[in-house]
Each structure stands twice: as structure tokens, then as C-alpha cells.
């Protein structure tokens, strides 16, 4: 159990039988009455955001989690196979529980989020970036960098990412997983 003014970004509790990370607090003092924290709270299983106001004295369930490397192997209809960087095991995701599946290739290493208590698997994350190789785009014209225009580009994985005129197939690309926002071209 933790106190509600011990929260901080990242914290995992469970709230209501469902599990929640913080990704935003805030200590709010009014003028009358008393502190209390007002966080956003994000559903680990659905991906929906929480408002929440906690009063500063109020006990919470935190769960403890843990982040161990696994290398993403193959994929089995909606269930993703990884491996375990330290024990070698195989472990099973299902496709919904990965942030950024759209943007992971074979052997990539990505970070596995699971409940310590119960060793259960709450979620996958990728790399904040990553670098794709472009498989097909309509070529870019001399002298269309001038503007701020987007063009669709297919890259590796299947995904299609927004990308300036100038990207040519061919060439490798920094992806934001997050969004699948382009970041810029990777120099060789």
C-alpha cells in the first residue's frame, strides 16, 4: 500500500480490480480545504485514460512491475511469440497488449511489462524510434523540399508512414512508434 501523494509518473496501481500506470500527476493545494492529487491514470489492459482525484491521506494498491528484454521471434495469427533475453523462454502476447505492433520487424528487442506478483504480462513496449527500410513510395521529384507536403510510404513491416516528397524507396527512415510519425531519414 502507498499513499496517494506518492504517486509519480509510471507508478502502477490497482484500482477497482483493473490495473492503472500514471503517466500524469499533479499536487493541487487550494486556498480552502485540503491537498490532493489529481492524476491521469492509464487502463493497462483497455488503453483508456482515467481522471482521478485522490485525496493526499488515501492508501493505494501499488503493483509492482517489472521490464525484462525479449526478442520479438514470429508472429501466430493475433498472438505475438518473444523470447526471453535472460531465461530463453517463449512467451505469448496477444497483438492488442503491444505498443506499436505496426512498427515491429522479426528480432527486434522490445520491453516486456509484467505484474512481479503474478509473473502476468500486462503489456509490450517498443523503442520510443525505430529505423525501417522504405519497400515502396512514389519517387521524389529534384527540388521537392521546399515544402512541407506528405507523401504515403510503405515501409518493412507492411505499415505506412507519412513522409516528405523527397523520401525515394530504398532508403531507411526513423518511425516514432508511438504515432507512426516520421523523425527523418537515417544516414548510412
Not at 77 to 99: A, C, P, R, S
Not at 162 to 184: H, K, M, Q
Amino acid at each position: 500500500m502507498i499513499n496517494s501523494q506518492d504517486i509519480k509518473n509510471g507508478t502502477c496501481i490497482r484500482l477497482d480490480g483493473k490495473l492503472y500506470f500514471c503517466v500524469e500527476f499533479l499536487h493541487v493545494k487550494p486556498g480552502k480545504g485540503n491537498t490532493f492529487m489529481r492524476t491521469k491514470l492509464k487502463d493497462v489492459v483497455k488503453g483508456g485514460i482515467l481522471d482521478r482525484r485522490f485525496n493526499i491521506d488515501e492508501k493505494l494498491e501499488d503493483v509492482r512491475v517489472e521490464r525484462r528484454p525479449h526478442q520479438y521471434t514470429y508472429r501466430e495469427g493475433e498472438h505475438y511469440h518473444f523470447m526471453n533475453q535472460e531465461t530463453y523462454e517463449d512467451v505469448i502476447i496477444d497483438k492488442n497488449l503491444i505498443n506499436g505492433v505496426d512498427y515491429m520487424k522479426e528480432e527486434e528487442i522490445v520491453d516486456v511489462v509484467s505484474d512481479a506478483s503474478t509473473d502476468t504480462v500486462l503489456f509490450a513496449d517498443l523503442p520510443a524510434k525505430v529505423q525501417l527500410k522504405v519497400t515502396y513510395t512514389e519517387p521524389g521529384v529534384k527540388g521537392d523540399t521546399a515544402t512541407n507536403t506528405l507523401k504515403p510510404a510503405t515501409v518493412e513491416t507492411g505499415a505506412e508512414v507519412r513522409v516528405p516528397l523527397f523520401i525515394n524507396e530504398g532508403e531507411i527512415i526513423e518511425v516514432n512508434t508511438a504515432d507512426g510519425s516520421y523523425c527523418g531519414r537515417v544516414r548510412s
